[in-house]
């Protein structure tokens, strides 16, 4: 109808930072991806497990044994696989993507591949069902603040990416994607350095 109600809040950490979520269509569980500022701000991820209007969650496990911030996650609904796009502090402010694999309440995960080799910030993510691809979107900092976008393949355990390739012009933050079904493209939108509200879509073509 027009209301919405809610169970119980589970305590799923005492410290997590910035965190962001998605859902694995597959395994019909939630995956949190977060940074624990109580363990060297650490990229994690825990799964929970929804049922009725309760949720419970697996052990917590490390994708990033260094400071992580700028998370965001798709779930690849072909490669039946999480994607996590983040930057890695531990590898100079590096942009960094991972695999994840749930199985029951764990996540295991591949290698990590840099997918621009600069500093970037606000990352965005968003899987593309047609293309069956994942785009990652962000702040290139290395390249006048930028917004950037590439996009991804996943392949088992590990993801490959094609060439970066600008969406708008600087200074991009408050980035955040989505997936037109309909249209079959991907929307992004952001704050420009006047604070002025942009969108715009992209055809995935290849990588």
């Given at each position: ?64 044994s260094a400071n992580t911030s ?17 930057r890695d502090n531990g590898n ?114 290849g990588t």
């Open positions: 109808g027009t209301t919405i109600s809610f169970g119980t809040v589970v305590q799923y950490t005492t410290s997590a930072g910035i965190q962001c979520m998605t859902y694995d269509s597959t395994n019909q569980k939630i995956v949190i991806i977060y940074r624990d500022v109580g363990n060297s701000s650490y990229g994690t991820a825990i799964v929970g497990t929804v049922s009725g209007t309760s949720i419970s969650f697996g052990s917590p496990a490390t994708f990033n700028s998370l965001s996650a798709s779930y690849d609904a072909n490669a039946q696989k999480i994607f996590i796009a983040y100079s402010s590096y942009g960094t993507g991972i695999v994840g694999t749930v199985s029951g309440t764990s996540i295991s995960f591949g290698s990590p591949t840099v997918f621009e080799s600069a500093r970037i910030n606000f990352v965005a993510t968003a899987y593309d069902a047609s293309a069956q691809k994942v785009v990652a979107f962000y702040r290139d900092e290395l390249d006048s603040n930028k917004g950037t976008a590439v996009v991804g393949t996943i392949s088992g355990t590990s993801v490959s990416f094609g060439s970066v390739v600008v969406f708008a012009e600087p200074a991009n933050i408050a980035i955040s994607a989505a997936y037109d079904a309909n249209a079959s493209k991907v929307v992004v939108c952001y704050q420009n350095g006047s604070s002025q509200g942009g969108v715009v879509s992209g055809k995935v073509g």
